[in-house]
């Protein structure tokens, strides 16, 4: 599968998803139905981590799915959290923000998995303060 998702932890609070190779629009489309139903399954607070570090390409079409993506986001969705973007995905979530302001008022860029839970780290102190 091109596109896995899975929680990152075991307090459910880290959604990591993984691109790895060719992925396509309909991988896309699962990944949001999934990501409904896990945080449906939740009663707090669930930040995303998007891996591309493996990801060989991306389809044109993937901004077809931002319609999708806003009408389904929930309120406890936080960080949205893009590691290892290339510079097409980093325009493609730029102009998805434009698009598609709920899902990605949150976005964030980092090139590791550990600056990706640094960020959650730095949201989670900044709302206990």
Known sequence: M???MDWDNAE???????FDGQWDTDDLYRMVNKGVSMIDSVDHIVDSIFDFAHSTS????ALATLG????????KER???????????????????KLAPKTFANLVFVDSINEAYNAIAREVT???V
């Open 79 to 97: 960080l949205t959290i893009i590691v290892n973007a290339s510079s097409y995905i980093k325009a493609l979530c730029n102009i998805a923000r």
């Open 2 to 4: 091109p596109v896995s």
């Open 126 to 128: 900044a709302v206990s």
């Open 12 to 18: 459910k609070t880290v959604i990591r998803v993984t």
């Open 68 to 75: 999708r993506m806003e009408s389904t986001h929930s309120q």
């Open 58 to 61: 991306s389809p044109t079409s």
